[in-house]
């Protein structure tokens, strides 16, 4: 095998999104209509990638082909103005954020876009009752 490493020397932002395919074009076509809008421009390109569903409880890609949107600003840049948008454009769609990239989303919105939340609580009751591997983020998009 070879694995092909690359070193970042330019620094961003970048929130993604899942949505269903079915609806990837759709929203990829009104974040580009929001960039429009906005207060400064847009130096980064629009990421668009497609991936078939999977039975995993938290995968952006559970119980359906999802396609992934994915917005970068420069480092230092203003960007809620952007993610923002681009996040009520996804939640149009029933977005499911990249959970390691930035998003503005809680427990209890994340809890209505995946199937299996119960069952990923279940488990995570059942490994960490006393909840020693949660952090204040996670307490944020998971709940306590």
């Given at each position: 095998?070879?694995?092909?490493?690359?070193?970042?020397?330019?620094?961003?932002?970048?929130?993604?999104?899942?949505?269903?395919?079915?609806?990837?074009?759709?929203?990829?076509?009104?974040?580009?209509?929001?960039?429009?809008?906005?207060?400064?421009?847009?130096?980064?390109?629009?990421?668009?990638?497609?991936?078939?569903?999977?039975?995993?409880?938290?995968?952006?890609?559970?119980?359906?082909?999802?396609?992934?949107?994915?917005?970068?600003?420069?480092?230092?840049?203003?960007?809620?103005?952007?993610?923002?948008g681009?996040?009520a454009?996804?939640?149009?769609?029933?977005?499911?954020?990249?959970?390691?990239?930035?998003?503005?989303?809680?427990?209890?919105?994340?809890?209505?876009?995946?199937?299996?939340?119960?069952?990923?609580?279940?488990?995570?009751?059942?490994?960490?009752?006393?909840?020693?591997?949660?952090n204040?983020?996670?307490?944020?998009?998971?709940?306590?």
């Amino acid at each position: 095998y070879e694995v092909f490493a690359s070193e970042r020397r330019v620094r961003f932002l970048e929130m993604e999104y899942a949505v269903p395919r079915e609806h990837g074009l759709e929203a990829f076509s009104r974040v580009r209509s929001l960039i429009d809008t906005l207060d400064r421009p847009i130096s980064f390109p629009i990421e668009f990638r497609i991936l078939g569903g999977d039975d995993v409880p938290l995968s952006t890609a559970e119980g359906r082909d999802t396609c992934f949107i994915a917005v970068h600003v420069f480092r230092g840049t203003p960007f809620e103005q952007y993610f923002r948008g681009v996040e009520a454009i996804m939640d149009d769609y029933a977005g499911r954020p990249h959970w390691g990239k930035l998003h503005f989303q809680t427990a209890a919105t994340l809890v209505r876009r995946y199937p299996q939340w119960d069952r990923f609580q279940e488990a995570r009751d059942r490994l960490d009752p006393t909840r020693r591997f949660t952090n204040d983020h996670l307490a944020t998009v998971l709940g306590r």
